[in-house]
């Protein structure tokens, strides 16, 4: 199979997962069993990336790909998930395609969920932070672009990482305030100094 060939299958499966995902977060929990909502699912899955998927064979040729370009748009800076989530995740990598294509849509509700619940536990910590007070007496480092990065291993870890990215998006605001600050002082005392020189030349008025 070519590369050509699968971009646009692995672009489906991701699609579809993402789609579904947002249906099922979107009904309440009470309503999950309900088998209208299942067959919503099902036909769902079914449906949308039917003209993508049908002509490939090799399901874990896209299955694999597809896997990690979810998780990377749900989670683009590896700071959401924790590893036990991904490692979890996993084993179902290989299955995907064939998961989507008969409209099992257990998959992308369990990872919607998961993320749900770890963007709510992210909001609960940076409100205790600030709450708290930022530190910006810090010599901490922090890589900013991590797309490459693995998640964190564990709560307390991810709990350091986004105390650095919080500390370190305070620090630049601040920084970016106080440059903004300082550059409306000095316009406005340029237009000051304009207004006087402007004044100067036009002469005392005539009685």
Same mark, same amino acid.
């Given at each position: 199979?070519?590369?050509?060939?699968?971009?646009?299958? /692995?672009?489906? &499966?991701? #699609?579809?997962?993402?789609? =579904?995902?947002? +249906?099922?977060?979107?009904?309440?929990?009470?309503? @999950? !069993?309900?088998?209208?909502?299942?067959?919503?699912?099902?036909?769902?899955?079914?449906?949308?990336?039917?003209?993508?998927?049908?002509?490939?064979?090799?399901?874990? /040729?896209?299955? &694999?790909? #597809?896997?990690?370009?979810? =998780?990377?748009? +749900?989670?683009?800076?590896?700071?959401?998930?924790? @590893? !036990?989530?991904?490692?979890?995740?996993?084993?179902?990598?290989?299955?995907?395609?064939?998961?989507?294509?008969?409209?099992?849509?257990?998959?992308?509700?369990?990872?919607?969920?998961?993320?749900?619940?770890?963007?709510?536990?992210?909001?609960?910590?940076?409100?205790?932070?600030?709450?708290?007070?930022?530190?910006?007496?810090?010599?901490?480092?922090?890589?900013?672009?991590?797309?490459?990065?693995?998640?964190?291993?564990?709560?307390?870890?991810?709990?350091?990482?986004?105390?650095?990215?919080?500390?370190?998006?305070?620090?630049?605001?601040?920084?970016?305030?106080?440059?903004?600050?300082?550059?409306?002082?000095?316009?406005?005392?340029?237009?000051?100094?304009?207004?006087?020189?402007?004044?100067?030349?036009?002469?005392?008025?005539?009685?």
């Amino acid at each position: 199979m070519t590369r050509q060939n699968v971009i646009r299958p /692995v672009l489906g &499966v991701s #699609a579809g997962l993402i789609g =579904i995902g947002l +249906l099922l977060a979107a009904v309440p929990a009470k309503q @999950a !069993s309900d088998p209208l909502h299942g067959e919503i699912s099902g036909s769902f899955a079914a449906v949308m990336p039917v003209r993508h998927l049908k002509p490939v064979t090799g399901g874990d /040729v896209v299955s &694999v790909p #597809a896997f990690k370009l979810h =998780i990377n748009m +749900l989670d683009p800076d590896h700071s959401v998930f924790l @590893a !036990s989530d991904i490692e979890k995740a996993r084993t179902r990598e290989n299955s995907l395609f064939e998961m989507l294509r008969k409209g099992d849509t257990a998959f992308a509700g369990e990872m919607m969920g998961i993320f749900r619940k770890r963007v709510a536990e992210r909001c609960d910590f940076v409100d205790g932070l600030l709450k708290r007070g930022v530190n910006m007496d810090t010599h901490d480092s922090i890589e900013r672009d991590r797309k490459n990065a693995p998640w964190p291993g564990g709560l307390g870890e991810q709990d350091d990482l986004w105390r650095k990215k919080i500390t370190d998006q305070y620090i630049r605001f601040t920084l970016d305030k106080e440059r903004r600050k300082k550059e409306e002082e000095e316009q406005r005392a340029k237009t000051g100094d304009e207004g006087k020189d402007a004044k100067g030349e036009s002469g005392p008025a005539q009685a």
